[in-house]
């Protein structure tokens, strides 16, 4: 935690306050942290710091300081005026606009918005010299007001063969978990609770998500272990109450009767009957219960509930099923005449800085070279795939050639949207017919292409295309198919995510017949920004699996054949 000297600052001493005040102080408070305080209320708040020192000792608390400072060290706040409509940056390709041509040497007019640094610094001054790196973190800016937050209660670490009845259908493996019902019809799901304990199901089994801290078993059977830090945990079961006291223990639900069984594995649980003594289980110990009758069972029986052994076991067994079945369907993709790259991404022996075009026949000069990536596992424990964090790593390939459509493809695993504009492809430079694709900040798949504009050829004519948000702090950490076509016939844009459609639209700026170009190119980064660029860094913080560019806009159905063919699950 970090400290400062003089925290009081030097501005108004103001030992004593009107008690009855500090409700209203730190209301408004609250109001500021969270970015919702209003102009008036800000200067309230204001003259409430300056004259008392209780205020002052209120706010101090309710922030962190050490880690602001550790966010905020590289800001340079460029103060400006209070901007009470929020507005928020709309530079480069996030509008279509028209863009200078590099070649001209135009340079593109940063727009910048700021709200509320010079109010949000001076009332931190208040509080000491140092602490008006504040105004980075607490500036009122909507990005800030509309920030996410992950309202989960646990998250899927292991789904194996699962069919869920439930209203989403489509969980996977790195799936985040909210309050509310898990229907299993068959398969296994493992649960990972915020609170730190585990939870194994075994379809057919209903679980409700009650909380980090609680979950009711409905029917079915499951398996639970609770480290020490998650003590406490409750698992309802009809009629009674589990307290996990850091343990192993199972538990199965007959649903047409309502009975329910509790086998201790290990540790202590104290079960309440509902109207019931409580009764203490320790390891090897179990309880039978129906209506009012509550008997203890002669014996446990571990094997009769999955384990994690098992479960790891089961996993490993599936992987490798599915990853035979794609490298089988991958020898026909291989063949497919429409592609112009296809980087299944698959070390190449002792020279592993390369990555194999794996088109037949292969053209070697669509190879591509690694810079900084490394290799790591990909959708399979068996499979490669590269991993990008740091601003220099890159593919680097070239892709000559006209062409009248596209198809962009690839496997992604998002860890975090650290840039304004996240890069998948992206050209060199960005001259006219250069596609560029790559993920916005706020979870958007951002499609663009520009040429010229006819009457004023220095001028290119931006066309950009934005999916709604399909990347959110619930579904990052995951593998997804991406993909988009276009086709110069049409103008249509269409984006897709794990083989379904998101978004369909043509450009208003968009005419017929234009080439589609490439040449040098790069996927996960950006190898030549536009001159004075004011977004140049834009690398990929994830891992990428199986990159393909086809010279054709493939149909729905089959993106949709291609996914289910290559997908981890």
Partial sequence: MATFGNSDGGNGGGGGCNPGKLPEASRLIGEWLSGSITPADFDLLQTMLQDCSEVRRMLREEVNLEQVLRENASVTAD??????????????????AAIPFPDQGTKARAKKYWISWAAAASMAVLLSAGTFLWGGRHALSKDLVQEETNRGCAILTHVVNAEWLDDDNSRRTGDTVNSGMLKLACGFAQVEFFSGATLLMEGDAELEIVSPWEAICHSGKVRVRVPPPARGFLLHAPGMKLVDLGTEFGVQVNPEDLSSEVHVFEGEVEAHPTNQDLISLKQGMGLYKEGNKVAPLP???????????????????????????????????????????????????????????????????????????????????MKDALEFKRPGDRVRLRIDGEYEALTLTCWVKVDGLDRKFNALLLTDGYDAGEPHWQITQDGKLMFSIAYPDEEHPEVKRNQVHLSPVVFNRSNIGRWHQLAVTYDNCSGEVIQFVDGKEVSREVS?????????????????????????????????????????IYQIALAGDELKKIYEASKPE
Avoid: S
């Fill in 508 to 548: 208003p700026l968009y005419q017929p017949g234009r080439k589609i170009v490439y040449g040098a190119c790069e996927l996960g980064n950006w190898g030549l920004p536009l001159q004075d660029h004011q977004f140049p860094v834009r690398n990929l913080n994830g891992c990428m699996d199986e990159f393909a």
């Fill in 79 to 96: 103060l400006k005026a209070w901007n009470p409509e929020g507005l928020p940056d709309h530079e480069g390709e996030g509008e279509a």
């Fill in 299 to 381: 014996g446990v029986r571990p094997d009769d509930f999955m384990g994690m052994e098992r479960l790891d076991a089961i996993t490993a067994t599936r992987a490798k099923a599915r990853y035979d079945a794609w490298a089988t369907w991958k020898k026909d993709m291989c063949g497919d005449e429409r592609l112009v790259v296809y980087f299944p991404f698959e070390r190449q022996g002792k020279w592993q800085r390369m990555i194999g075009n794996g088109c037949n026949p292969c053209n070697p000069d669509r190879n591509g070279g690694v810079v900084g990536a490394r290799w790591t596992q990909g959708r399979w424990p």
